[in-house]
């Protein structure tokens, strides 16, 4: 018998208001067409004024703790996943494990931008794994729009909002694919190519908070060929074949990359979780309001086997095999 760490419970939260592709282009030289046609993105939630990070993270948080039907006080270990903390420090972990109500245990950020909601659930299996931790909480949470330079069309069209959280639990396993819960996960970063995706500033370290800077095209390229690489290497390590993926939950940067992993599985559309349309890319928080919409509607169901994906600044990409 083997630790497994199960999905107990999902929860979400997206700010409310919503920024549409019109909005933009009455202040921006860009228009509905181009946004939808190169990305999918029609609609994004941005935070108001007063929201911060560990807001929306304390929300997405609470709803999965209600949806996993556990009480706060159980949870040992609380990772955010986020490039967009409250504070240089303290970790927004630690605001929400604060404003949970929490005083044992432990809480810490993860910083692998839109990967780093994979990053976070590999971390906290690991522990789960151990015995170090029996329940964790894993957020990607996420105020991408404080990042963005509003001017650079090239890429404020295409960041959003938003919180979407996991209750993970221990259980005991087999050991082999037929396991409910992580089977597992894969994670890989290359920092060479850090000038094709990156902030310009902070925090802390050179004074400013910066602005995203992007080569969109290169970022795609690259995209496109480390998510086949890990998608392949993810499905050999549990001697999946592609149609024994019941779901794609991908990290959603771009429709037309999520289609490219789809083609390469032969998935059809009809199972893969596409929330970008309304999100747009939400960076860490991208993957758990997905899972958090596809749960909350009935098309995960138990027993299934559900592939998440994701690639970002670093650059960082990984994968996470899970039976739900
Ligand atoms: N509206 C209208 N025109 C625009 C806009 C816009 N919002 N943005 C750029 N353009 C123009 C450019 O100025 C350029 O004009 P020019 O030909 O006169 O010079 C033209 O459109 C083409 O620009 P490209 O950058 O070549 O457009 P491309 O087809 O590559 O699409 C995009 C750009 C959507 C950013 C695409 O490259 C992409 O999605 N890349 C992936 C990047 C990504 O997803 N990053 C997210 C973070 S990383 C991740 O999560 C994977």
């Known amino acids: 018998m083997i630790r497994r760490s199960v999905v107990l419970g999902c929860g979400s939260y997206l700010p409310a208001k919503i920024v549409t592709n019109d909005d933009l282009a009455k202040r921006l030289e860009t228009s509905d067409e181009w946004i939808v046609k190169r990305t999918g993105i029609k609609a994004r939630h941005i935070a108001g004024p007063e929201e911060k990070t560990s807001d929306l993270a304390l929300a997405a948080a609470r709803a999965a703790l209600a949806d996993a039907k556990t009480d706060a006080a159980s ?3 609380i990772i955010v996943a986020t490039t ?3 504070n240089t420090f303290p970790a927004t972990a630690a605001r929400v494990q604060a404003a949970l109500g929490l005083t044992a245990g432990f809480a810490f950020d993860v910083q692998a931008v839109c990967s780093g909601f994979v990053y976070a659930l590999a971390v906290a299996d690991n522990f789960i794994r151990l015995g170090q931790a ?4 894993v957020i990607g949470a996420e105020t991408f729009s404080r990042l963005l330079d509003w001017n650079d069309r090239g890429t404020c069209v295409l960041f959003g909002d938003g919180a979407g959280a996991v209750v993970l639990g221990a259980s ?3 050991g ?3 396991d409910r819960g992580i089977l597992s996960t894969h994670l890989h970063s290359d ?9 310009d500033g902070g925090p802390g370290s050179n004074g400013k908070t910066g602005t995203v800077k992007m080569e969109g095209q290169e970022v795609f390229r690259h995209a496109v060929t480390r998510l086949a690489e890990v998608v392949d290497e993810a499905l050999a390590a549990n001697d999946l074949k592609p149609e024994e993926i019941d779901w794609l939950v991908p990290h959603q940067a771009n429709q037309r990359i999520i289609e490219g992993t789809a083609k390469k599985l032969n998935m059809p559309p009809e199972r893969v979780v596409l929330t970008i349309a309304n999100h747009a890319n939400t960076s860490a928080a991208s993957i758990p309001l997905a899972l958090a919409e596809a749960a909350k509607d009935g098309r995960l169901k138990r027993g299934q086997i ?5 690639m970002g600044g670093g650059f960082t990409w990984g994968a996470a095999v899970i039976r739900w």
Not at 191 to 199: E, V
């Open 84 to 86: 967009t903390p409250d």
């Open 134 to 137: 029996n329940k964790a909480l």
């Open 176 to 178: 082999d694919k037929t």
């Open 191 to 199: 920092g060479r190519h850090y000038d094709l995706l990156y902030a």
């Open 306 to 310: 559900v592939l998440l994906d994701a």
């Open 75 to 77: 949870i040992d270990v």
């Open 172 to 174: 005991e396993g087999k």
